[in-house]
């Protein structure tokens, strides 16, 4: 059996993709506090001097979006000129529509009324076509693929040891990457390579860096029998990391898909979530999805799963519905599907009810991943379906 | 054996998102035909009214960015002031840095090479840190997964269909999405759903459109075999769709990733293509992945291959590969592997030179698709590596 590798990465809060998800959630956020139904669709861009905010967006609330910006950029950790990029000092612009009235009819009276049915459950049609995936596995105790787990681990490690103060020389933006090498059972055996790289002061010494990293941010996070003799580390790579966020790079909303979800190890339908509310079934159906083969997995229905989910735009009722445990199922997978057809409904209205979406629960999703989390409380991780998941083995 | 659905989407060159990427490979092609070895990093929005083109790019060449906007936007169709989007009309802004050059320091001089290291193979280092996976599989004869492959022949019908001016209601903006049921052999039996969304001129009845495009796109496109009495059509199921482009959503690069690719039957790395030169590997290894997959199954070794590379920014070598044939080899994994890592080298530098990246090509890449392509000349589809995979048979 050859040893098989698989590699996930994260990012921190500063990396400047992850910077434009923050303010496009926190807008978001800002929103739905104060208009629950309000339509969102909000994109950011960021680079050397300056945040612009965009989208579509329909809401009687006055929001105030460089305010909303500045303080995501404070709290993030751009607080110093120094560092190239300043929340006192820096640009916000603006260029916000109102959404497409031909989308807003879709979304507010979905095709199933629009052709004479008049089911409430049915009313709100799909913010978008396009698929979905939700994934768990028994890796790890949140059933996630252990190689992206750690990845976040490194990421929020990095910016708990800048924020405490520990090590001075720390800056905001910083990238981590975990190879696992995987046993043939499909136990993780050990970590062959980890790449961490954290944007710093100009006068810290590379050895000194590297050592640092090693023992502070690595040797904490990554359990000691996962590293070998073998295992290599790679910190800062480049040599030098001093340019960094919006100035080193060009951030965007939307673009650390794989590292919001689950780090390549399943399937991704390809929309993004920040920025976007609860009709667009980009971010909501992916939630259910995820719900949904948490569920089973702690159900013990099976040990592996992904669900994929997909819509037509203005359409409540998903077009299709795809249930696969990779062999691992107690259950032959029709009865499987016919189970998950029982027991959730994935129409839009039913997903935002029972998930309780129209919250302003976002802006803590936007960095470190939507799943799996521990540190804040997610309505699509709990596994309150188990019981009644269980009653059909 | 239950059935099993999969779902894949595809968009026209119209789509916002796509116009974005169409520009960022524009620039990036202007750039390459007069500096091969430039390092860009194009980043594109759009919405009502505006372009704006952003990013890292170090150049000698001086690149008009306002009249490659124009020519783009005007050859993807954007040509009437009615459509709420027009190539004369619409702002182009830039913002564009050079590349930071903490990251040139380590593209340019390797990891490998910082430590003492003199192979010339060698000397470049990985742009980033990251995953890329390639696939393919006998679904079809470009050996990609049908439900993309459906997707985009619908997408490009659209395009083609409109371009001839037959339908003459068509405006630019468009989506596509396919979804096929496969039996239990991992034929496709049939396509019980198909969704088509185009832009169109106010005074098209939507009877007439939802007819026309049954007619002219879908028919003429999806085989009638997979075509049942079942099968169920959703046209402009919102209703309307007159309000299109980016002024009914707002486009950026790197935003379409899974139409880019795979369409989700494989996994992805989070890395975009649009925009970037090839010594970012998550363009570069990406293609590369996807060559090896399409060459070993082209040569028999496998009926379905996976394969994924990540990296470590400024490092040259590989941090991991991975070979997943599913258990289609006819040889074991492990023996697949050390073939794959005999006959590819997967350093940035010889991606370049066997892939023959430093050219102008990108631009035809950024709508319906980077692999799986007959009507362009991509190197990256070549199967010249099959005489020499089928001598270790
Ligand atoms: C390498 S940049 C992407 C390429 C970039 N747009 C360019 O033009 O080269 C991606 C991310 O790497 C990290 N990064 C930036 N500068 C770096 C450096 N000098 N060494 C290591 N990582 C760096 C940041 O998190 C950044 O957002
Ligand atoms: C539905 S929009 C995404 C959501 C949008 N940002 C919003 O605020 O509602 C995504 C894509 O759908 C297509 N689209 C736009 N208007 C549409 C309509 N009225 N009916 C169907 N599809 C539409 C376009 O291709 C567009 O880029």
Redesign the interface.
């Known amino acids: 059996?050859?040893k098989?590798?698989?590699?996930?990465?994260s990012v921190t809060e500063g990396h400047p993709d992850k910077v434009c998800d923050q303010i496009s959630d926190a807008v978001l956020d800002d929103i739905l506090a104060h208009d629950p139904t309000a339509h969102v669709?909000c994109?950011t861009?960021t680079?050397?001097g300056?945040v612009?905010v965009?989208?579509?967006i329909t809401t009687k609330h006055y929001t105030d979006i460089p305010s909303i910006v500045r303080r995501t950029v404070e709290r993030i950790g751009y607080t110093d000129p120094a560092y190239g990029f300043d929340y006192r000092s820096c640009a916000v612009m603006t260029?916000i529509?109102e959404q497409?009235?031909?989308?807003a009819?879709?979304?507010n009276q979905s095709?199933e009324h629009?052709e004479g049915g008049t089911d409430a459950a049915d009313l709100i049609?799909a913010g978008d076509?396009?698929?979905m995936?939700g994934y768990a596995c028994d890796e790890t105790d949140v059933l996630m693929p252990a190689p992206i787990d750690l990845a976040h681990k490194l990421a929020r490690q990095l910016t708990d040891v800048r924020k405490s103060g520990k090590l001075s020389w720390l800056r905001p933006d910083g990238?981590s990457?975990v190879?696992v090498e995987y046993g043939d059972d499909g136990k993780v055996l050990s970590c062959?390579?980890i790449?961490v790289?954290t944007q710093h002061d100009p006068d810290i010494a590379l050895k000194e860096l590297r050592e640092a990293v090693v023992e502070e941010i690595i040797k904490p996070i990554i359990p000691a029998q996962y590293i070998t003799k073998d295992t290599?580390f790679?910190v800062n790579?480049?040599?030098?990391?001093?340019?960094?966020g919006p100035?080193?790079?060009?951030g965007?909303?939307?673009?650390?898909?794989?590292?919001d979800t689950y780090g390549?190890?399943?399937?991704?339908?390809?929309g993004?979530f920040s920025g976007k509310d609860p009709t667009k079934v980009d971010r909501s159906a992916a939630y259910m999805a995820r719900y949904i083969a948490k569920n089973l997995v702690a159900a013990g229905l099976c040990r592996k799963c992904q669900i994929?989910l997909?819509y037509?735009?203005?359409?409540a009722h998903p077009?299709?519905?795809?249930?696969d445990t990779y062999g691992t199922g107690v259950l032959?997978?029709?009865k499987?599907?016919a189970i998950v057809n029982e027991c959730f409904d994935m129409r839009p209205a039913k997903i935002i009810e029972h998930l309780d979406l129209r919250r302003p629960i976002y802006e803590q999703t936007a960095a470190y991943g939507h799943f799996g989390r521990t540190d804040v409380d997610l309505p699509w991780e709990h596994t309150d379906m188990v019981e009644k998941l269980k009653s059909y083995l």
């Open positions: 059996m050859a098989r590798l698989f590699t996930s990465e669709a994109e861009f680079t050397t300056i612009t965009m989208g579509e260029a529509d497409s009235p031909d989308i009819m879709g979304v095709y629009q049609g076509q396009g698929m995936f990238k990457q190879t062959p390579a790449v790289s290599k790679y790579p480049t040599g030098r990391f001093v340019v960094g100035v080193g790079d060009t965007l909303t939307g673009r650390k898909i794989i590292v390549g190890s399943a399937a991704h339908g390809g993004c994929e997909a037509a735009i203005g359409v077009v299709s519905v795809l249930v032959d997978e029709e499987l599907s």
